[in-house]
C-alpha cells in the first residue's frame, strides 16, 4: 500500500495525517510513504509503483494529487483512497466522501469501492471538472496569486470580472448536435457538483458513460446565487446541458482552459472523450456500486 501526500495542499499540515494512517494500517499492510516536490512528480511516481507496486493508494491532497496518482499507474484499472486535504476536493464531494479525516481513514482502507469513469481533455486527464472561458480565467488568476482559499478565488473575481473578454463565440459539436453559442464559459463534467457542494449538472453520474456538456450563456448573477444554493431549476437562457461521449468545441480566439482546477495553455480548440470505468474508488456504503 501506498500512501501519496501533497504535503502543501490546502494550506494544512500533513504529518498528523501520515501518523494517523500508519496507525491505522498498522502490521497489516506494508505501507511505502511517497510526498510530492513539485519537481518530476510524475515520473518520480511512476518509477516508485513500477519497483513496488502496491494494491491501494492512498492520496492525501486534492483533485490535482488524485489525477497524479491516476496518471502515474499503469495499471488498467487503479485502487484508490482518498483523504481529502486539497483546497479543491471537488472528486471527494461528488462521492459524499467524509470531511472527517478519521471517518476518511475508515472509508479509505474499507473494501467498498466502485468504479468510475475518466475524461480525457484534449491530452490531458480529467476526473472531475474541467472548463474553457471564465471560470478557467478566474482559476489562472487564483493560480498566479498569494492568496488561497475560497477567499482567495472571491478576491481574484473581482478583477477578472472587470478585465475578462467574455462572452465568447464556440462552435461545439456532440454525439446529437452541432451548433453555435455565444456563452462565458463551456464545462465538461460526470459530476454534479464542484469543490463548493454547487450543483451544476444535477442529472451527471460517474459511472454511466457519458458526461455533460455545461454552456453558460450569459453572466446572470441571479442564475449564479440559484446553483450556489443548489436549485436545480436552472433557467436554459443562463446554461443548457448535453449529455454525451464526445465533444470538440472551436473558438475564435485562444480562451482560457482548465482542467480539474489546473490551468493550462490558452486553447482555440478542445476535444473531450469518455473512457468508461477506468478508476476504482474506496466509497462509503451508500456510495458502493463495485463490478
Not at 127 to 146: C, P, V
Not at 180 to 207: E, S, W
Not at 250 to 271: F, M, N, R, S
Request: with cysteine.
Amino acid at each position: 500500500m501506498m500512501l501519496l501526500v501533497n504535503p502543501v495542499s490546502g494550506n494544512r499540515d500533513k504529518a498528523p495525517i501520515i501518523d494517523a494512517v500508519k496507525d491505522a494500517v498498522g502490521d497489516r499492510y506494508p505501507l511505502q510513504v511517497f510526498k510530492t516536490t513539485g519537481k518530476d512528480d510524475l515520473a518520480q511516481l511512476k518509477a516508485a509503483l513500477q519497483k513496488n507496486p502496491p494494491d491501494r493508494i492512498l492520496v492525501c491532497g486534492g483533485d490535482g494529487t488524485i489525477k497524479l496518482a491516476a496518471e502515474a499507474s499503469e495499471a488498467a484499472v487503479v485502487e484508490l483512497g482518498i483523504l481529502p486535504a486539497g483546497s479543491s476536493n471537488g472528486l471527494a464531494t461528488e462521492l459524499d466522501l467524509p470531511t472527517d479525516m478519521e471517518e476518511a481513514i475508515v472509508v479509505a482502507l474499507g473494501t467498498q469501492t466502485m468504479t468510475m469513469d475518466l475524461l480525457t481533455v484534449n491530452d490531458g486527464m480529467g476526473i472531475h471538472i474541467s472548463d474553457m472561458g471564465l471560470n478557467a480565467e478566474l482559476i489562472q488568476n487564483y493560480d498566479e496569486s498569494s492568496m488561497r482559499g475560497q477567499w482567495g478565488y472571491f478576491v481574484n473575481s473581482i478583477p477578472t470580472l472587470r478585465e475578462t473578454d467574455v462572452p465568447y463565440d464556440f462552435r461545439i459539436k456532440t454525439d446529437t448536435a452541432e451548433d453555435t453559442f455565444r456563452a462565458i464559459m463551456v464545462a465538461f463534467t460526470h459530476c454534479r457538483k464542484y469543490g463548493t457542494g454547487a450543483l451544476v449538472n444535477p442529472n451527471g453520474q460517474i459511472d454511466d458513460g457519458k458526461f455533460e456538456v455545461l454552456i453558460f450563456k450569459k453572466l446572470d448573477i441571479k442564475e449564479i446565487l440559484k446553483t450556489l444554493a443548489g436549485k436545480t431549476e436552472m433557467d436554459s437562457d443562463f446554461v443548457e446541458i448535453r449529455s454525451t461521449t464526445t465533444a470538440h468545441v472551436q473558438c475564435a480566439v485562444p480562451v482560457h482552459l482548465q482542467i480539474d482546477g489546473e490551468p493550462q495553455k490558452k486553447a482555440k480548440e478542445v476535444t473531450v472523450t469518455i473512457s468508461p470505468k477506468k478508476l476504482r474508488v474506496a466509497v462509503g456504503p451508500e456510495k458502493n456500486r463495485s463490478l
